[in-house]
T-cell receptor
Framework: DTEVTQTPKHLVMGMTNKKSLKCEQHMGHRAMYWYKQKAKKPPELMFVYSYEKLSINESVPSRFSPECPNSSLLNLHLHALQPEDSALYLC????????????????FGPGTRLTVL | AQSVSQHNHHVILSEAASLELGCNYSYGGTVNLFWYVQYPGQHLQLLLKYFSGDPLVKGIKGFEAEFIKSKFSFNLRKPSVQWSDTAEYFCAVNARTGRRALTFGSGTRLQVQP
């Protein structure tokens, strides 16, 4: 299984709502990532988890709260978002965040398209 | 910190034309290099990757890329494009030491006309 799954596919929320994005992989990867992608732009790194611990936070506002309950799951909790947070949120995983001989090939999920009203 | 530049923002080709997309990176240390493709409405897929060894790397769907260390370049090529190659192409870099997150270029939108 070389798939990263994300739910939901689409999400519309108001600025006062609380919602969560979910990501799952069963490739035994121990590094997982959240990216944000605006239209016609490259993905921008938000968070990196390595062995279930947060290793990189790219100065993301606290209204985004990541969680890694176990090695297969990654959540992104959303609260009090702004309209400019509307974007495609991508989850990815890789064999290990720390460099090994194989490098850091990341496998991406299909994303959750988020609209904040 | 590493950075990636993709010179061509939008490329329009006819079917059977040859393709070369430029990618240059800026980083003083050793890097891993990737090309990802994003077809319309689909998720990012890895086309090819370079870690070490032969600088000419072959990927899926007839794509190849050449790593030229002296030029800090990793250009993507395909001898004959098809309409189905219409997509957004991203070059990405990952440093081997220090901060190891993936850094993407701005992307090149390829449009292949039948």
């Amino acid at each position: 299984d070389t798939e990263v799954t994300q739910t939901p596919k689409h999400l519309v929320m108001g600025m006062t709502n609380k919602k969560s994005l979910k990501c799952e992989q069963h490739m035994g990867h121990r590094a997982m990532y959240w990216y944000k992608q605006k239209a016609k732009k490259p993905p921008e790194l938000m968070f990196v988890y390595s062995y279930e611990k947060l290793s990189i936070n790219e100065s993301v506002p606290s209204r985004f709260s990541p969680e890694c309950p176990n090695s297969s799951l990654l959540n992104l909790h959303l609260h009090a978002l702004q309209p400019e947070d509307s974007a495609l949120y991508l989850c990815a995983s890789s064999q290990a965040h720390l460099q090994d001989r194989g490098g850091n090939e990341q496998f991406f999920g299909p994303g959750t398209r988020l609209t904040v009203l | 910190a590493q950075s990636v530049s993709q010179h061509n923002h939008h490329v329009i080709l006819s079917e059977a034309a040859s393709l070369e997309l430029g990618c240059n990176y800026s980083y003083g240390g050793t890097v891993n290099l990737f090309w990802y493709v994003q077809y319309p409405g689909q998720h990012l897929q890895l086309l090819l990757k370079y870690f070490s060894g032969d600088p000419l790397v072959k990927g899926i769907k007839g794509f190849e890329a050449e790593f030229i260390k002296s030029k800090f370049s990793f250009n993507l090529r395909k001898p004959s494009v098809q309409w189905s190659d219409t997509a957004e192409y991203f070059c990405a870099v990952n440093a081997r030491t220090g901060r190891r997150a993936l850094t993407f270029g701005s992307g090149t939108r390829l449009q292949v006309q039948p």
